[in-house]
């Protein structure tokens, strides 16, 4: 599975950054946010503009799991 590293990238360069990574890969993939909120709902507001949704990695709460809806 493709993992993303967005650790340390400012908040201002995660949308380009989420829409280059959607429009390349097939989801699953994981999106290692750290503990931030605020990256996860600008991954989540992304992923969404893909027919993507976002769910918390049950074993590291700084990464989520870029899944299509259900």
């Known amino acids: 599975m493709v993992t ?3 650790h340390g990238v400012k908040h201002e360069h995660v949308e380009s950054i989420m829409i280059g990574v959607c429009a390349e890969h097939t989801a699953p993939f994981i999106v290692i946010t750290g503990n931030s909120p605020q990256m ?3 991954v989540a507001e992304v992923v969404n503009n893909f027919g993507l949704s976002i769910r918390d990695a049950i ?3 700084g990464r989520v799991v870029v899944d299509e809806n259900r």
Do not use: A, E, G, Q
Request: glycine share 0%.
């Open 40 to 42: 996860k709902k600008l």
């Open 4 to 6: 993303i590293d967005l």
């Open 59 to 61: 074993n590291n709460p």
